[in-house]
């Protein structure tokens, strides 16, 4: 069949919108018809060059919603008609990453994933004979799309595909962090920083599970009105406090009386990376870093840090078990328990994705969402 699909042609340049050739599911996989789609600093991040397995052409998306249109053999889970969230962190039950239970990590088609391909090691896509990637297993810059059953979560009929979308990623991510990571404890202190698209669902989460103080860090001073309705307690500019002759650890330090319990890094910067951890407390402070950084970054510190009780951890899809809990992150919605709707900012047709790539670098958006 043919789909309409923005490609990625070449690090650093805008997507381009193709109609390109899409084979139908085979094994184990399923045609899944892309509803929306947010876009994420991921997908940037990839695209500008810095990911070390970014790979082109390719068709990027990794935070989509949709209907199941046709399912391969061997597929038992789905069927025709089904609403789904593809999952760039699968849930198989079978590896030994998932059935340590210790991990979301499922690792049964990383390898294959992380090429571009399918698990049988073919793209899906191509045009005019010559194969396009997929991304992340999901792809869904693309109004069709096959993902294997195994990155699938069914959910409910009735979520409106525009809004939960960002579930395949930033809310996951964010809410996740907090709740399946972290697993922090009401009455704790936790700084935040970046109040992006998966700060602010951090914030949410930190919110939700009663959090005393929740202090958000951005450079960008419009981030603080939409963190303050998120649930943050207190707002630090580093530039601000750098001015005053500050330093943005020693801020969290005092306000927390002796350091954070828990920091949660969401901009991939390396520098703050430290910070981030330098700033919890002393003897059971722990970090987590959600943010990616760029390809050969490094992080460091004064082991001491470590030594004197802090942790450095990360997190990955809000260590959520996609095919597990992200229908149950689709009811918290539908039940109104979190908020969605505020934080998609700004939505556009396929053919203008490009500039829902500008929105996010220029900060104007906290989530663009594409309609199919
Ligand atoms: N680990 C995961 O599973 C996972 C999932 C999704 C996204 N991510 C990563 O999380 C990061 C954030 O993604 P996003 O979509 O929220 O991005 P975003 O662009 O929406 O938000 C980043 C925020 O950080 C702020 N910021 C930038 N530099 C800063 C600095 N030095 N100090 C303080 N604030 C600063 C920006 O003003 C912005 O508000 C990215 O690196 C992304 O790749 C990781
Ligand atoms: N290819 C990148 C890895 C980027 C990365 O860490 N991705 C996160 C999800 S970001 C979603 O917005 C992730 O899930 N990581 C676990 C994994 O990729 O297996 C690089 O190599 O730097
Ligand atoms: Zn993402
Ligand atoms: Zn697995």
Same mark, same amino acid.
């Given at each position: 069949?043919k789909?309409?699909?923005?490609? +990625?042609?070449?690090a ?7 109609t390109v050739?899409l084979?139908?599911p ?10 929306a789609?947010?876009i994420?600093h991921t997908?940037?991040y @990839?695209l ?5 397995e970014?790979i082109f052409? /390719?068709?990027?998306g ?11 053999p061997g597929?038992t ?10 999952l760039y962190t699968?849930e *198989? #039950?079978?590896?030994k990453f *998932? ?5 979301n990590l499922?690792?049964?088609i990383r390898?294959t994933?992380?090429?571009g ?6 793209? #899906?896509f ?7 990637l997929?991304?992340?297993? @999901?792809s ?5 799309t096959v993902?294997?059953?195994i990155?699938? +979560?069914k959910i409910r009929?009735?979520a409106?595909f525009?809004?939960? *979308?960002?579930i395949? *990623?930033?809310?996951? @991510?964010g ?8 697993k922090?404890?009401?009455g704790?202190?936790?700084v935040v920083f970046?109040?992006g698209?998966i ?19 951005d450079l960008?001073p /419009?981030?603080e009105?939409?963190?303050r ?8 500019n ?5 001015a005053a002759?500050?330093n943005?650890?020693?801020?969290i ?20 990376? #430290?910070q981030?951890?330098?700033c ?13 950084a760029?390809a050969g /970054? ?7 840090q470590?030594v004197?009780? #802090?942790?450095?951890?990360?997190? /990955?899809?809000g260590g959520?078990?996609g095919?597990?809990?992200v ?5 918290w ?6 908020n969605?709707?505020k934080l998609? @900012? ?5 053919e ?5 790539f500008?929105l ?5 958006s906290?989530?663009?969402?594409v309609?199919?």
């Amino acid at each position: 069949m043919k789909t309409k699909a923005a490609v +990625a042609w070449k690090a650093g340049q805008p997507l381009t919108i193709e109609t390109v050739d899409l084979q139908g599911p085979k094994l184990g996989e399923v045609l899944v018809e892309i509803k929306a789609s947010g876009i994420c600093h991921t997908d940037y991040y @990839t695209l500008s060059g810095a990911d070390p397995e970014g790979i082109f052409p /390719a068709i990027l998306g990794h935070e989509g919603a949709g209907i199941v249109v046709d399912v391969g053999p061997g597929v038992t889970t789905l069927k025709k008609g089904d609403h789904v969230i593809p999952l760039y962190t699968p849930e *198989c #039950r079978g590896c030994k990453f *998932c059935l340590s239970r210790k991990t979301n990590l499922c690792q049964l088609i990383r390898g294959t994933q992380g090429k571009g391909l399918m698990p049988d090691a073919t793209s #899906r896509f191509s045009l005019n004979g010559e194969p396009i990637l997929h991304y992340m297993g @999901t792809s869904t810059f693309s109004n069709f799309t096959v993902v294997p059953e195994i990155a699938l +979560a069914k959910i409910r009929s009735d979520a409106p595909f525009d809004k939960v *979308c960002y579930i395949g *990623c930033g809310v996951t @991510t964010g809410i996740g962090a907090v709740i399946f990571t972290a697993k922090v404890e009401a009455g704790a202190n936790a700084v935040v920083f970046g109040l992006g698209g998966i700060g602010l669902n951090v914030i949410q989460g930190l919110k939700m599970v009663g959090a005393d103080k929740i202090i958000g860090v951005d450079l960008n001073p /419009a981030r603080e009105k939409m963190a303050r309705e998120f649930g943050m307690t207190h707002f630090l500019n580093p530039k601000d406090i750098e001015a005053a002759g500050g330093n943005i650890v020693d801020a969290i330090v005092q306000l927390t009386d002796g350091g954070a319990d828990y920091s949660f890094e969401c901009i991939g910067n390396t520098r703050v990376m #430290r910070q981030a951890l330098e700033c919890t407390h002393k003897g059971w402070g722990r970090s987590i870093i959600i943010g990616v950084a760029e390809a050969g /970054a490094e992080i460091s510190t004064r082991p001491f840090q470590l030594v004197t009780g #802090r942790k450095w951890e990360g997190s /990955a899809f809000g260590g959520a078990r996609g095919r597990t809990d992200v229908p149950k992150i689709v009811d918290w919605y539908m039940e109104g328990k979190i908020n969605i709707d505020k934080l998609i @900012t700004h939505t556009m047709p396929l053919e203008d994705i490009n500039k829902g790539f500008d929105l996010m670098k220029s900060g104007e958006s906290i989530r663009g969402v594409v309609l199919f």
